[in-house]
């Protein structure tokens, strides 16, 4: 395994790769503090192609002001070792400078899907996420790349900037990986105390309400995000900063859930750290066995 530093040597890399020895290559782009989520994606990227670069960027564009963009946790030396043990290929670890070059002034802005949920609590943080995938997408030049539905909108926003802009990459989404108690798993877990850690896994059990109600019938999708409500506000240590209930293609708001696949989205701070889940009802199944949330 190779650590690269440099933007032009991973590109010159990953053209040999392409050209030389005609191998595929899978992308799996990080911000390290490396958990069992991530190192779902790095499993499917390691069966499906034959080179794996994993890239590990705290990505500045994509926080706010006031966000933990400085606090963000960093451990180049442990994630090196556990991508060792995965047999990765090459780690993609550039500095800041070397992402954003003095004098760098080109955004990529993925409209409509970027301005809700997420995006109206985090302004600017999905034209940061679409700006760093167009940058790795075109230093890797892939031809898989993995995400997490866990950040369901940014899933949505890299397969609609993948198709707008024509990059010759296919985005491989995978299920959310959680803690026993339900808690998905988030490099943001470590800012939890033990007591907040268990507080925590209100968020799912409210959406695993809000999907046992949608079972036994309810069909308004107020009543559920209600009951979301009532469940999260119930954990003293838990503030719910929304929760949404929308189309999962347009993330357009949905009143009444009929047949269509429809995403719940759930931010809630357990203390001062927030933290993001989401469910799909009427989710199609798959054929290839993807495991269901
Ligand atoms: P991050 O380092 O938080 O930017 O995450 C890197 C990638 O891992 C993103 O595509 C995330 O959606 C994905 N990811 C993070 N946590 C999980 C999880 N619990 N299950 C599945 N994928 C995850």
Redesign the pocket.
């Known amino acids: 395994m190779e650590i690269i530093n440099r933007r032009q040597r991973m590109t010159s890399v990953a053209r040999k790769i392409r050209r030389e020895q005609d191998k595929t290559i899978g992308l799996?782009?990080?911000?390290?503090?490396?958990?069992?989520?991530?190192l779902?994606?790095v499993r499917e990227a390691r069966r499906m192609c034959d080179v794996v670069v994993v890239s590990v960027f705290v990505?500045p564009t994509q926080f706010g002001p006031g966000e933990d963009f400085e606090h963000y946790p960093r451990d180049l030396t442990k994630d090196t070792a556990l991508l060792t043990d995965y047999n990765v290929d090459y780690i993609f670890a550039p500095t800041v400078e070397e992402i954003y070059p003095r004098g760098f002034s080109t955004y990529v802005n993925v409209e409509g899907l970027s301005e809700q949920l997420e995006g109206a609590s985090r302004p600017g943080h999905f034209r940061g996420v679409a700006t760093v995938v167009t940058i790795l997408l075109n230093t890797v030049r892939p031809d898989f790349a993995?995400?997490?539905?866990?950040?369901a909108q940014?899933?949505l926003v890299i397969r609609r900037l993948v198709r707008d802009l024509a990059f010759d990459a296919e985005i491989v989404i995978?299920?959310?990986?959680?803690e026993d108690s339900g808690l998905?798993?988030?490099?943001?877990n470590l800012y939890l105390t033990n007591d907040e850690q268990q507080s925590a896994a209100v968020i799912h059990r409210a959406l695993i309400k809000a999907k046992n109600a949608f079972k036994e019938g309810e069909r308004s999708a107020g009543r559920l995000a209600d009951l979301i409500r009532t469940t999260v506000e119930a954990e003293p240590r838990a503030r719910l900063d929304y929760v949404a209930i929308t189309d999962t293609e347009t993330l357009e708001k949905v009143d009444r859930i009929e047949e269509k696949p429809t995403l719940i989205a759930v931010a809630a701070y357990i203390g001062k750290t927030r933290l993001i889940d989401n469910t799909i009802l009427n989710k199609v199944k798959k054929k290839d066995g993807a495991a269901p949330q």
């Open positions: 799996v782009p990080t911000m390290g503090a490396l958990h069992e989520g991530h779902s994606l990505n993995f995400f997490g539905q866990k950040d940014q899933a995978l299920p959310i990986v959680r998905a798993i988030s490099s943001r």
